[in-house]
T-cell receptor, first 110, second 112 residues
Framework: GQQLNQSPQSMFIQEGEDVSMNCTSSSIFNTWLWYKQDPGEGPVLLIA?????ELTSNGRLTAQFGITRKDSFLNISASIPSDVGIYFCAGLLNDYKLSFGAGTTVTVRA | SQTIHQWPATLVQPVGSPLSLECTVE??????LYWYRQAAGRGLQLLFYSVGIGQISSEVPQNLSASRPQDRQFILSSKKLLLSDSGFYLC???????????FGSGTRLTVV
């Protein structure tokens, strides 16, 4: 599959802070997805983006599908302790296979 | 509603032993099914996917195989496990309506 570069690899954030992570690719995608994985669990879909330029929110989460179709970002506003986990971006072109980023590990300082 | 079941949750197996992990999906028909592996602290690596009964595509040549004997059943197998097969194995199905994948809760495999 296509290579996705996700950054940062990890972050420590203060409770109440806004945070941002992003994903870039050398290839274009038709769909961008953001997942969160809690320890010992499977990833859970947070936000799905289907159109270049699209900005979508889900509670305190906001994600955007880049105009070039080669990037996406995820913002978390007003962090809380349960935001701890690993966040993955994923891209889908026209085939059946999602390509995943390596993940951003988020740790919240109380 | 659709659900995905994956078992067992954890497994400790000796090197050279066989493996069989099972995944079943409920509430949908003819789903695309996937097996991923996640090494400790790493991202998700696609191992196999299936678009129908008996149809398996392998992404990474390795010590594992997959089968889809029924529409909503996907099995990951090995004849002889290696230490390097340790990891967190995730099954997923594709929700074509929402273009997202839904993952099972995973199997933590430790080969000793």
């Amino acid at each position: 599959g296509q290579q996705l570069n996700q950054s940062p690899q990890s972050m420590f954030i203060q409770e109440g802070e806004d945070v941002s992570m992003n994903c870039t690719s050398s290839s274009i995608f038709n769909t961008w997805l953001w997942y969160k994985q809690d320890p010992g669990e499977g990833p859970v879909l947070l936000i799905a983006l289907y159109k270049a330029g699209e900005l979508t929110s889900n509670g305190r989460l906001t994600a955007q599908f880049g105009i070039t179709r080669k990037d996406s970002f995820l913002n978390i506003s007003a962090s809380i302790p349960s935001d701890v986990g690993i966040y993955f971006c994923a891209g889908l072109l026209n085939d059946y296979k999602l390509s995943f980023g390596a993940g951003t590990t988020v740790t919240v300082r109380a | 509603s659709q659900t995905i079941h994956q078992w067992p949750a954890t497994l400790v197996q000796p090197v050279g032993s066989p493996l069989s992990l099972e995944c079943t999906v409920e509430g949908t028909s003819n789903p695309n099914l996937y097996w991923y592996r996640q090494a400790a602290g790493r991202g998700l690596q696609l191992l196999f996917y299936s678009v129908g009964i008996g149809q398996i595509s392998s992404e990474v040549p390795q010590n594992l195989s997959a089968s889809r004997p029924q529409d909503r059943q996907f099995i990951l197998s090995s004849k002889k496990l290696l230490l390097s097969d340790s990891g967190f194995y995730l099954c997923a199905w594709e929700d074509r309506e929402h273009y997202g994948y839904t993952f099972g809760s995973g199997t933590r495999l430790t080969v000793v």
